[in-house]
């Protein structure tokens, strides 16, 4: 096949692709917010029908022999050309390379694992869920060696959500973690100054929680006709174009911060969609560049831009009109300190800035030992709470708060949790390098964030997936990753905090 | 083709075409609801990329084949295989017959149509859209020499939106009418007891509204898992499948009625969509008979069971619970009074019951004519503000609120006004027909629809578009279409609200 001919079939998978995923996900994203409940089954055959022809279309021998004649004329490609053949080929073989019948073994795997999985969290019976847990982690080790044969199943996996990224990598993140962290943590809970916190314990209306999402989106730009805000049971983000993204958020009459940092961390991720460049639209790359690096940004606007002093004096004022009544008696000093408050929990998804990556550390050295064969899952209940209690000095009091919390390994998902860990430590690194181009905190005092996304938008932002999340990291701070950033970084913000000395 | 393979490849296809209608459903709902201002170009891409393989099921060379196939095994078909090749070979024959080129060409004309009429109508220029409705009005008459050469060009669109209709019956229809309702109105404007509606100005608010629209989805049945209330611009109702089915309202500050109306008319669309057969699922006739049909549902439960005295009785005090400082002096009797207010207006979405019919009759004469050739589209604006003078005695200020304020025309939709009236008139003599089985007045009065809808489920509903709109009436009302009941049920009840003698 002639190169122009390549490129022109190229453009047309894309174009084609893009459309059955841009369907695929206003369905997916309608059934979380406007569907009704009995709508599931009528929207999973049709799901079907169209991933069937987005399968065909992605693993099929027809996109076999495309990106076979592209890789012949490689050296003659672009830049962003041969990252969408990367990403293609990657997606290819992924999907090809496993034989069909196991596919098919595995959705129904996968459908019956969820089920068994939520009864099984709800009646704190893990021994109803292993066998099944077992059989995902033995597929997902026998898939690993059908599309990544040259690798250790754990770090084909983690390429997967995260290019690049391995075991050995990761040893050292969360050996660094381990070693400060937790003794951080240690030194909190028996020398640091508790924030008085008993004032959040009021009612707060939903017309007020309404108006400060708002107001949020407002100062964080995401009022410019290119994203909504909608409602979910969780908040998330979905974006299918830069110019068509979507956050959600989940308000709570007794917490109005949980719905407020919800929009800022969704509102990261969304700035993020929205920023990649238009020329990658329609393309492969029009997304994000791994888990980790879409997190960092989430992450940098929730934590290291949210709750920094500096924010707090920008959104407090909202937060009080919005609440005149039940913040009368408030300070925004003792705001600053309540949402920065550090409380070892037993649920990730609940945990506070310090100790959220250390639920990671947990899973990560589970999944590992999973993966190696060195742990069985009958033995994850007690290794979980062994962890649990070494890193975060919690007692876990059943299965229901402890291994079985999590959806993801009932969803085949295995290497995905240190994205999480990872997005927070790739922020940290990238807000040291911002510093030197910004005065952030001075900028973020007045309210001014626009120059933290444009900083953003040209170091990050506007490759999408057309680079490694090493070369984005490379781009945005001048060096590959090195969580001493991170560690320093939350060192200095607890040590000021919690009044350490 | 044997008979066998035939409906396999007949299930096939009606399964693909749903899974597309279904994602494009969904695609356009998303975008009244929820989507991004932006988003509507990318959406754009996505939805040509989904019609243009909805097109080739729909009208290409193979489904051709089938259909002939089909065709010539007629005599072994079920009464539900029959009327899905019914269905499909009239979606065929009017797009396949078309030539491509000038579908292409009509494509473009109707989006260029769209903003220049949305343009015109803002500057009260009809010149400016003149020439477009022109072009608009020759094409859909070369048309529909193309997919009905046998008709004449009127009756072959009127036979799109509800088939079987033609120019002779609404001629007999329209005509009775103008001989009664004309006369009624003006009985009404001279000698009626005009009800003391100033109570309505006042502030309603929101959450009573939403307080009130949820009650009225209670009232109905559609609080099953199967309908969802949404809120837009212009209310509407979409369904996917008998299990997937939204409702939109519109909630305005100034008037609670608007919502409360808007809830009940999609609500009866909704029972319909709810009511169809399982057996029909993912077939082409999951969906209503026709415009006519659908409309009769909606305005069955908005006029004939939502206006009605004894609905009143139900619905009064759940206004008042949701309003009660609002209503404090306001009787049950006024507000039945109130809500059947005839006030002939500009505008054909904001008319009254009564005057509805007269609106369209206005379209209905002016679309003939242009069709029949005796009218020239420059002289449209003139012969509007007559009739609308001469029918319902309102003096047009400009063609904004007068022959411009419709979107149908610059949509290409000729033809389709009538059903709105008819629907009003099938509602009128299904309602005669029910009478005969049910006490209608006092199941209402005691808040029980359940065996309404039930009884326009097993005459109507459930047949989705297994049956055409004559043989639907002839089932719900042992005889064929007869506009007198309609004349009846107005001039009966209009005689009550206003006291004529």
Redesign the interface.
Known sequence: MELKEALDRLGQLE??L???R???G??S??SE???????A???G??????SEVEYQLTAGPETGLLLEALEQHKEQLTTQQAAQLRVLKKQYDMYSKVPAAEVVEYTKLLNKSAVVWRKAKNENDFAAFAPYLEQLVETSKRFAGYFAPDKHPYDAWLDQYEPGMTRKELDGFFALLRSRIVPLLHRIQTEGQAPDISWLQQHWPREGQEKLSAKVMEIMGLT?????L?ETEHPFTTG??R????ITTHYYDEDFTFSLFSVVHEGGHALYEMGVSPRL??TSLSGGASMGIHESQSRFYENLIGRSRAFAGVIWPVVRECFPAQTENVTEEQFWRTINRVEPSLIRTEADELTYCLHIMVRYELEKQLFDGTMQVKDLPAAWNRLMEEYLGVQVPDDTRGVLQDTHWSGGSFGYFPSYALGSAYGAQMMASMRKDLDVDALVAQGSLQPVTDWLGEKIHQYGEEHTPDWLLQNACGAAFDPAFYVKYLEEKYTMVYGLQ
């Open positions: 174009h084609t893009y459309a059955y841009y369907a695929m206003v369905m994203y309608d917010t406007a569907a009704p409940e009995l709508a089954e009528g929207r055959e049709a799901l079907g029908t169209l410019n006709g290119r994203c909504t909608g299918f174009s110019d068509d993204v979507r639209a329609r």
